[in-house]
């Protein structure tokens, strides 16, 4: 890849100036001996003297001057070889796979990485051209063939990759073109790295978590049946027991009855819910109206607001721009978050409705925040919020935020909440917008 670093000569350690210094010392010594031992050369004239001493003055002059650029160019170099080696150093320290490639082709640059990656030896890359040390169809070659001759690069892809070994791994493929010091391209800088290990990691992490999400959903499903479960049980006994008597129990028969139908109710919800969550989602992806849904669910909810004294109003952007998604979904992830609102303010309060664009990420998304002024969230809920079953409501089902949180995943959204006891509670919802519009903001209640 780069040159090794010369021995330094011993002189150059020398002071510069020391040793420029001396061809000066004598060769003012030597005009000087030469004007004042003028009897000593009588036979010549004193023009002769005086032109020798100039030629003397003249050589010394061009000698240090010969000197001084000799020193000179010994620095730079020396300069030159310091920088070329902590660029050694750094490419063969970096974790990552790296080979260049110049404007023709030929492979300049393959750091150690980039030699296990590839599974190839830098003796048989470097000085080659890329299409006689790869063989076609490999994707290293296809990956610089696009990169410079089309100039389409590759960015985080993971590809299969098969050594000359016939084993197949999977490397993280990136290209970005190399730009000289003239602005001008250069070549092909190709990063690899094997990601093999940690997809297969990444794959027992997520079988561990679900495991762990269905022994979660399984203890929550059999906790949660079990109440209404029991409540039938006893009806059924005691049903049992009043038809078992000759007196007229149609009244209490009728209680009885009443309860195991609400207990079958309750069940059926509770079923409902966990397969919502449980079962894999599919999303009826359409250009979704965000201003539209947001009325909608609010003339739905205006009516339970007003009998729970709460003020429900909303503030949407101008021209606010449509969402990919599905319209059901995320009408119902806003429908959970207005009613864990209406249930934070008992004693009523004012639920606020608010969308917006927001640029983040180099991305355009549609902000939805959902703000209340009800009794806050402890601070040692928070990191529970989403878990399935998990709830700080008498009564909750504790499927709400995390259903919710499985609808927002599945449109490539986000959903945060932060809140503080007593002072309220503000979720925000983020989607990618399909295009972008001015802002001008209009209230409504």
Sequence with gaps: M?????????????????????????????????????????????????FMAVFLALSTAVSTAALISFLHFANTKRTLEEVKGLARNILQSIPTGI??????????????????????????????SYE???????????????????HQHMSQRDVPYEGPNGRLHTIRVSTVELVGDDRQPAGILLQAQDVTEWLGLEQRVRVAEKLAAIHTLSAGVAHELRNPLSAMDLNLHLLEQELREPAPVASRTAHYLEVLNAECRRLS?????????????????REVDV????????????????????????????????????????????????????????????CHLAATTCPA??????????????????????????????????????????????????HGGLISVSSAPGSGTSVGLRFPAL???????EARS
Excluded: C
């Design 2 to 50: 780069f040159r090794p670093i010369p021995e330094a000569p011993f002189f150059r350690r020398a002071p510069f100036r020391l040793i420029a210094s001396i061809p000066f010392v004598v060769a003012i010594g030597a005009i000087v001996i030469v004007l004042l031992s003028v009897e000593v050369f009588a036979s010549l004239s004193r023009r002769d003297v005086i």
């Design 99 to 128: 080979l260049t490639v110049n404007r023709s082709g030929i492979v300049t640059a393959v750091n150690p990485t980039a030699e296990a990656v590839l599974k190839r030896h830098a003796a048989d890359l470097l000085g080659n």
């Design 132 to 150: 006689s040390v790869f063989p076609g169809g490999e994707i290293i070659r296809e990956a610089l063939h696009g990169a410079l001759r089309n």
């Design 269 to 285: 919800a509770i079923l409902d819910n966990f397969m919502r969550f449980a079962r894999p989602s599919s999303v009826d992806t």
């Design 291 to 350: 201003q539209q849904v947001i009325e909608h669910i609010v003339a739905l909810m205006q009516l339970e607001a007003q009998e729970h004294k709460i003020r429900l109003d909303y503030t949407i952007e101008k021209d606010l721009p449509p969402v990919l998604g599905d319209e059901t979904q995320i009408g119902q992830v806003l429908v959970n978050v207005v009613v864990n609102a209406f249930h934070a303010m008992a004693d009523g309060g004012r």
């Design 361 to 410: 990420d180099g991305k355009r998304w549609v902000d939805i925040s959902v703000r209340d002024t009800g009794m806050g969230i402890p601070e040692e809920a928070m990191p529970r919020l989403f878990d399935p079953f998990y709830t700080t409501k008498q009564g909750g089902s504790g499927l709400g935020l995390a259903i919710a949180y499985r609808i927002m995943q599945d």
């Design 435 to 441: 295009v972008t519009h001015p802002r001008t903001l």
